[in-house]
Every structure is written in structure tokens, then in C-alpha cells.
């Protein structure tokens, strides 16, 4: 099975930049690497997703190594909004396989 | 707003009870996948649908089974509730393709007692 590993949980400071890590040293080539965020009560939300290259969007961007067997979620300027457990999965097949994410603390 | 809507949204049960959970896809999305989240863990895959057909199946038992109906909603179904089935229920939905965005409703948590 495809698995990704995470830190258990994170700290930021307000405003500034936040580096999620994430290995996935199993990932096959077609895989897709997506993030998403959980708040408490909530379901997951889609964040960003990526193959080979870099990704940028409105919420983040994603690095992707180029063995494609790391790969890091940054939020440019962390805000309160952004505490939540972040996941990081792989899309193989018919399925995302969740690891057992990030939790995200973001001190004022 | 997702546009996923999961019902109910909260549910308790006693052991051996069956149980049915719905949701209604995002408009436009012909796939469903169903998630089961134990308290402090990661969603894991229970199976997912595509045009009213079972596609993928992660490792659970044959009693928890599904349906995908015309309009892409979808159900599950869990016969002979096992303490451990107390969990989040969460439904997804997408276009179809591992490169696409997946939309999750807000869950429905079970409880059985």
C-alpha cells in the first residue's frame, strides 16, 4: 500500500511561512500527491495537488522532490484559519490513502 | 460549500443493529468514495463508486457494503455493528481520475453502544 509519513504536529508563529513535510518513499510513478486540511467537526478540505512540478495556487504551494519521494506544503503566511490537521496523500487507483496528518498549532 | 451533503449527521446504534448512511454527490461528480475516520486517525478507504458500479475496495469486511443510485448519490450500508464501527462516516466525491479534486461532506458520526 502507498503511505505517507508526517510529524505528528507543528507550531507557527502568525503571518509567518509554514513547511509541511511529507515522505512518501513508496510512491509508484503515476501517483498523485495531493494535500488536504481537516478542521475539528469538519470534513477534509483540498488544499493542492501535484505530479512532478512545483504547484502554486491561492492557498499554497507544493515542492515536490525530484524522486518525487518527499514532498513539502507551504502556507506563505500562516493565520489562525489555518490551524487544522493537514494530510498529505497519495492518489493511487481508485483511492487516497491518508496518513495520520499534521496537526497545525498557529500561535498569535 | 462543498455541495456534499451527508445525512444524518449524527446516529447511535446498538451491536448487531444494520445501519444505512447517505450522501449526494457535488453536481456533475460521477464518482463516490466512502471514508471511515476513528477518533484521532486518518480517513481510511471503505470502497468507491463510479456509474453506479464498485471500483475500488480498501480493507474492510463484506458487511459493509454500498450503492451508487442514477443521480451519482450513494449510500452505505453496515450490517452486524461491531463496537469499533463507532466512527466518522465521511462520503467524497470527484470527477472521475487520480488527478482530480475531491469534495467531502461534513461526515456522519456513528455511535455504537
Known amino acids: 500500500d502507498a503511505k505517507t509519513t508526517q510529524p505528528n504536529s507543528m507550531e507557527s508563529n502568525e503571518e509567518e511561512p509554514v513547511h509541511l513535510p511529507c515522505n512518501h518513499s513508496t510512491i509508484s510513478g503515476t501517483d498523485y500527491i495531493h494535500w488536504y486540511r481537516q478542521l475539528p467537526s469538519q470534513g477534509p478540505e483540498y488544499v493542492i495537488h501535484g505530479l512532478t512540478s512545483n504547484v502554486n495556487n491561492r492557498m499554497a504551494s507544493l515542492a515536490i522532490a525530484e524522486d518525487r519521494k518527499s514532498s513539502t506544503l507551504i502556507l506563505h503566511r500562516a493565520t489562525l484559519r489555518d490551524a487544522a490537521v493537514y494530510y498529505c496523500i497519495l492518489s493511487t487507483g481508485n483511492q487516497f490513502y491518508f496518513g495520520t496528518g499534521t496537526s497545525l498549532t498557529v500561535i498569535p | 460549500e462543498t455541495g456534499v451533503t451527508q445525512s444524518p449527521t449524527h446516529l447511535i446504534k446498538t451491536r448487531g443493529q444494520q445501519v444505512t448512511l447517505r450522501c449526494s454527490s457535488q453536481?456533475?461528480?460521477?464518482?463516490v468514495s466512502w471514508y471511515q475516520q476513528a477518533l484521532g486517525q486518518g480517513p481510511q478507504f471503505i470502497f468507491q463508486y463510479y456509474r453506479e458500479e464498485e471500483n475500488g475496495r480498501g480493507n474492510f469486511p463484506p458487511r459493509f457494503s454500498g450503492l451508487q443510485f442514477p443521480n451519482y448519490s450513494s449510500e452505505l450500508n453496515v450490517n452486524a455493528l461491531e463496537l469499533d464501527d463507532s466512527a466518522l462516516y465521511l462520503c467524497?466525491?470527484?470527477?472521475?481520475?487520480?488527478?482530480?479534486?475531491?469534495?467531502f461532506g461534513q461526515g456522519t458520526r456513528l455511535t455504537v453502544v
Open positions: 453536481s456533475g461528480h460521477n464518482t
Open positions: 467524497a466525491s470527484r470527477r472521475t481520475g487520480r488527478a482530480t479534486e475531491a469534495f
